[in-house]
């Protein structure tokens, strides 16, 4: 089956690629996620606008990504959150959340979707956070999950 992937997919590709998967991962999982859209003609045409709106978001080069990067794991990231007694929290972290706590610690605007979190974040702590900056470029940075009061 052929699709056109409009998310990033790790293991597959970026939004905009062609690609041939089989079909019942495209149909079953793929296509209902939002992940892609199926072939055709038609929307082979669209491949140059979700190209377009991908580079407009996207961190322009590798030398970019490397001061990204650097100004990344200099930052000092802190998370406010609910916890109740042991540390536990109601809820989990968010990449939504983590992304804003980056923004509020001075760092650069960052896309959820490209953030590696280890498993859930369920209680208070220090967590080791990574994202894909670039195709070559992995960023690192802690995560200090902190009770508010």
């Known amino acids: ?6 998310q990033e997919v790790s293991g597959l590709g970026a939004p905009g690629d062609i690609i041939e998967v089989k079909d019942g991962y495209g149909r079953n999982y793929l296509l209902p996620q939002g992940f892609a859209i199926a072939w055709s003609k038609g929307a082979e045409k669209q491949v140059t606008v979700i190209k377009r709106a991908r580079s407009a978001r996207e ?5 970019h990504a490397n001061e990204v990067k650097d100004q990344l794991e200099g930052l000092k990231v802190s998370l406010k959150a609910r916890a109740g007694d042991g540390g536990r929290l109601f809820g989990s972290v968010t990449p939504a959340e983590i992304v804003d706590a980056v923004r509020a610690a001075g760092g650069p605007a960052l896309d959820r979707r490209r953030l590696e979190v280890p498993g859930t974040i369920k209680s208070l702590g220090s967590y080791p956070v990574r994202i894909k900056l670039h195709p070559e470029v992995t960023a690192k940075f802690d995560l200090n999950v902190v009770q508010s009061k």
Do not use: E, F, P
């Open 59 to 63: 961190i322009r080069d590798l030398g």
């Open 1 to 6: 089956m052929k699709i056109i992937l409009t």
